[in-house]
């Protein structure tokens, strides 16, 4: 093996192959070299807090970037690019993370070797993604179930929920990071302060504008506005960067074709058990039975002694907590905690509660493990930038058959 070097220094703008670096005042930059000799037409790809750029390297083997702030990027070689018995010395090493310090400018360093480009098998391909999709499904189960059941006992879609997952993200990161607590006392923290949050808005927002007999469609307005006002308050307080919880970035465990580390087989168990805990709730306890009345028939719930207003209640607190816990998840999912993190799968939670059935718990929980599936499998045939596009695809195919979603009710539509 011949040692093989990529050495990302501060280059000289004369020579390096430059993007937008006249329009910001930061820059990543480097150089590209094997063997001492400059490699020209490699592909470098820098993406951070919504912002992405790619770039060649020079005839001198020289890139650069100008980025809008200083924050955490992530830089990627792409391996395609490199010449035909060129590859990255270590499982991974094609990619890393860039922060800026005191400076504006940011050398990052790759090291390459010499040999041949291992590749894996389709089906290896679709089994390990097959294992992160149920992951992200499971989790992403946690914010439908609460989503739904707030909708079947309302009839409110409510866009704040985005918000309420972000919540417990930045909760979680405050206790454990800010305040040094053990990881897991600040995610009981941050599920109990998220529950809360549900508490408070129902009592302070929308069991007043039920009494007032507002209608559903003004009351979904205020839930945009109330969204955005939080999500923009989450980025007053806690800025634009994304921040990483406590034991993110731990090694993968293997198990013939599946990789996943210690974080995400915790995250699955603690999504089953969840779920578990939530259908027994659902199906055994006389809250649950009651919960499921009132979003069957809220007048009928009524005449027959059920406290309508102590149901929308529990839904609001149990819905916020799984929100939550699930905006935890996400974090270690993603990986990474930001402002607006709970806003970028508020589409796929709509979708699956969508899909699975307006209102019905189960439902959601059907339908997420369908869109999380589909979201992590399609991109072995998808640039990854399209795989939440080719799972609203499908919810528009599967509503096209069945309008009221796989286990809703026909009644329930209209």
């Known amino acids: 093996m011949a040692a093989l070097m990529l050495s990302v220094l501060s280059p000289s703008p004369a020579h390096a192959d430059e993007v937008n670096t ?44 100008g980025v809008p702030e200083k924050a955490t990027y992530k830089v990627v070689l792409d ?39 291992v590749t894996v098998s389709f089906f290896d391909q679709f ?15 946690l914010a439908a179930i609460g989503l739904s059941l707030i909708y079947g006992t309302t009839g409110l879609s409510n866009f704040a929920h985005a918000e309420m997952i972000t919540f417990g993200a930045l909760m979680t990161l405050t206790f454990s990071v800010t305040f040094a607590l053990p990881i897991w006392l600040a995610i009981i923290i941050a599920v109990i302060l998220s529950a809360a949050l549900g508490w408070g808005l129902d009592a302070g927002i929308w069991k ?23 999500r923009y308050l989450y980025q007053f307080f806690y800025g634009g960067q994304t921040e990483q919880l406590p034991g993110s970035g731990l090694a993968d465990l293997h198990w013939g074709a599946i990789s996943l580390s210690l974080i995400d087989l915790g995250s699955m168990a603690i999504s089953i058990v969840v779920l578990l805990a939530i259908s027994f709730f659902l199906l055994r306890t006389r809250i649950g039975k009651a919960t499921r009345a ?92 399209l795989k939440y596009v080719g799972a609203l695809i499908v919810l528009i195919v599967v509503l096209l058959f069945r309008p009221q979603g796989i286990l809703g009710r026909k009644e329930r539509i209209g």
């Not at 018995?85 to 005191?102: D, M, Q, S, W, Y």
């Not at 007043?208 to 969204?227: A, D, E, N, T």
């Open 208 to 230: 007043p504008l039920r009494r007032r007999g507002v209608g559903v469609i003004p009351l979904m307005i205020v839930s945009i506005g109330l969204s955005l006002a939080l």
């Open 127 to 141: 089994i390990n993604r097959f294992a992160n999709g149920l992951n992200f499904g499971l989790l992403l189960a």
């Open 294 to 385: 009132v979003a069957d028939n809220p007048s009928l719930a009524s005449a027959s002694g059920i406290d309508v207003d102590r149901v929308i209640r529990i839904v609001w607190v149990l819905g916020a907590a799984l929100a939550g816990l699930s905006g935890v998840l996400w974090a270690y999912f993603r990986p990474g905690v930001s402002w607006d993190m709970g806003f970028q799968i508020l589409l796929l939670v709509f979708a699956a509660v969508v899909l699975g059935g307006l209102g019905t718990a189960f439902g959601a929980l059907l339908g997420s493990i369908i869109v999380g599936l589909f979201v992590e499998l399609s991109t072995l045939w998808l640039p990854s930038d």
């Open 22 to 65: 006249d329009k910001y005042e930061y820059s990543l930059g480097g150089n590209v070299q094997f063997g001492g000799e400059p490699v020209e037409g490699v592909l470098i790809t820098v993406t951070g807090g919504g912002y992405e750029a790619e770039v060649k390297t020079d005839a001198d083997g020289k890139w650069r970037v």
């Open 79 to 117: 391996e395609d690019s490199l010449p035909k018995g060129v590859i990255v010395k270590e499982e991974g090493g094609n990619e890393t993370t860039a922060e800026f310090g005191l400076t504006k400018t940011k050398s990052v360093n790759f090291f390459l070797g010499e040999g041949e480009r």
